[in-house]
């Protein structure tokens, strides 16, 4: 048989890329002119891909990704929600529990009077502050005072301190203001789990650069320059008395590089305001109804504790003041689009429901874990760092052989063992392949370039089973632990099988192994949290022995990942990670010049 495959690809500035590969088969033995009548087929296949998925974009309004700049992909997965310390920081902001949600694209940076200004022009909104024919801020030491005349235009009220600025971002919404401003962007907004995960990671921090307190290079807040403001923050200078341009403050990024979700504007969000429930985990949505909406992220107006990521606010939809504004959101899977080939319309299937997370997930292992001192600390704190936090790179399914390949080169008898991965050690099954994204990200959308197509494989699992540190015999203290954990977080970690808190930490840096849909051992977990609150300090990270139990399936399959020397290897391949399942005879490398050509993975 022969198979011709071809990719159809429309990219568009700011978004996600659309892409689908395209196949054409010939079952029987084929010529030379065979060949390009097959060519021939595959190119008009591809362009009615493109053709269709152009169209579509087309078709959707300019502003779709050019209102507030940049979108930021944030990938779908586990996070912690809320705030889990006895007693919360806030009642409302309790319980603190683990929540899912789906893919979806997040604006960079709040809206800005700029874009306010195109959305006005084009359609005419008249907002509830110019209806009202007044707003609120705070004016003389008044928290809420009333502003005759206050509008997006003139926050502060007509003839009253400088116009506002076209990088500011644009405040005196409501509510209503918000959805209809993201609606006519092709967008929506955020619910407030997709904001808290977007403000906080997956790592639970306490602000979107993590647990340090505020400082003037991180956020707007209330501080020395607000004088009037009785809870300010006296020992900060943020540089600005009100609110700041968009942007400037770089180092209060969020995880996945959000600006300003601490401080400068607060951001109105989709949810009806109430308590939360604990039963919703999986793409909640808050209360049906109710009689307030939230907000979240805090202002210029507020101090450190209120621009905390799990802080919450609220008030009625038609409510405005000077310190509130947008930051639009958009559903992560807006390219699965119908494509035409024949006369015949093709629906890709929407990504399946995400596995429930067992509830033997928060129960202990009753296992004891113990710090071990690492030879060298980390120069990034862990929930910042590509090498180790892979939520920050992202990946993406490639159509590769799922069972174990045929690789050439030298083999490391003492490489980690992936078959002890499960309790039972049976050979694998693999469910999925993926290659790894650089430390661009998914918006770079480059992967790593490495001579083999696969960079990270989903083994079968079931829910709730037991998950062990895959096997390695050369210790790393006396006999009794084999690796270190490096980061861990609601749904994944990673182990590094030397003393040192970094995967590239020199010559000879090492194996390390990523696991992706693990839910870690409670016991392990708060051991890694404590150590690593610790940074740029800790000296220390949490050991583990071989084969030992760290966690369980979250469902069904659990997604590996092997790096040596910091390079990510092909965890399919049969010599290096499964030996006890591997039969053939290692194959050598060939030279080719100055170099040494690495063959593709073989079935």
């Not at 999925?432 to 770079?444: D, I, L, Y």
Request: glycine share 10%; hydrophobic share 35%; with cysteine.
């Amino acid at each position: 048989m022969f198979e011709l495959r071809t990719r159809a690809v429309v990219r568009r500035t700011g978004t996600v890329e659309a892409s689908r590969w395209c196949r054409v088969t010939e079952p029987r033995r084929t010529g030379r002119r065979d060949v390009r009548r097959i060519a021939r087929r595959a190119v008009r296949k591809t362009a009615a891909v493109v053709a269709t998925v152009a169209l579509v974009l087309a078709l959707r309004t300019p502003s779709d990704v050019g209102a507030a700049g940049e979108t930021l992909w944030i990938p779908g997965g586990w996070f912690v929600m809320g705030t889990a310390e006895t007693p919360p920081a806030a009642p409302d902001e309790a319980p603190g529990r683990r929540v899912y949600v789906d893919t979806f694209l997040i604006d960079r940076l709040e809206a800005t009077n700029a874009d306010f200004q195109r959305f006005v022009a084009a359609t005419g909104h008249v907002t509830q502050a110019e209806r009202d024919g007044f707003s609120r801020g705070f004016e003389d030491g008044d928290f809420k005072a009333v502003i005759p005349g206050a509008t997006w235009r003139a926050p502060r009220g007509p003839g009253r301190g400088a116009a506002p600025g076209p990088d500011e971002p644009v405040i005196v919404l409501s509510w209503q203001d918000a959805g209809a401003y993201c609606r006519w962007a092709g967008k929506r907004l955020p619910t407030e789990a997709e904001w808290e995960k977007a403000a906080r990671g997956t790592d639970a921090r306490a602000y979107p650069w993590g647990a340090d307190a505020p400082s003037g290079d991180r956020a707007n807040l209330a501080d020395r320059t607000n004088g009037l403001i009785p809870w300010a923050e006296r020992s900060i200078d943020d540089g600005f008395e009100r609110l700041a341009p968009v942007g400037r403050f770089p180092r209060g990024a969020s995880p996945y590089g959000a600006q300003d979700m601490a401080g400068n504007a607060a951001e109105w969000v989709a949810d009806w305001y109430g308590p939360y429930d604990a039963a919703a985990t999986v793409n909640p949505t808050g209360p049906p109804a109710g009689a307030r909406r939230s907000y979240r992220g805090g202002s210029y107006n507020d101090n450190a504790g209120a621009i905390r990521t799990a802080r919450r606010a609220h008030d009625l939809p038609t409510y405005h003041s000077g310190d509130t504004g947008v930051r639009c959101a958009v559903n992560g899977h807006v390219m699965y689009l119908p494509y035409v080939t024949r006369g015949a319309v093709l629906r890709p299937d929407p990504p399946a429901r995400p596995p429930e997370r067992p509830a033997s997930c928060d129960q202990p292992l009753g296992q004891a874990y113990r710090e071990l001192s690492v030879t060298r600390r980390a120069d990034r704190a862990p929930h910042d760092d590509p090498e180790v936090n892979l939520s920050l790179r992202g990946w993406r399914a490639v159509d590769e052989h799922r069972g174990l390949v045929r690789l050439c080169g030298p083999t490391d008898t003492d490489a980690p063992r992936l078959g002890h991965l499960f309790g039972d050690r049976r050979p694998p099954t693999f469910s999925s392949t993926h290659e790894v994204f650089t430390h661009a990200g998914r918006a770079g959308g480059q992967p790593e370039m490495y001579p083999w197509p696969v960079h990270l494989a989903g083994l079968q699992s079931t829910p709730g089973e037991a998950v062990h540190l895959p096997a390695r015999r050369p210790d790393i203290d006396s006999g009794t632990h084999h690796a270190v954990l490096l980061y861990a977080d609601a749904d994944s970690a990673t182990f590094k099988y030397t003393r040192d808190d970094a995967i590239l930490a020199g010559p000879g840096d090492g194996y390390a192994v990523h696991l992706e849909n693990v839910c870690l051992a409670p016991e392990l977990l708060s051991l890694f949290h404590r150590l690593r609150d610790r940074y740029p300090s800790r000296a220390a990270l949490p050991a583990i022995a071989s084969g030992k139990q760290v966690g369980r399936a979250i469902g069904g399959e659990v997604l590996v990942a092997v790096r040596d020397t910091g390079m990510f290897m092909d965890p399919r391949s049969g010599k290096d990670w499964w030996g006890e399942y591997w039969g053939e005879a290692p194959c050598l490398m060939t030279a080719e010049g100055d170099g040494v050509r690495w063959p593709r993975a073989a079935r």
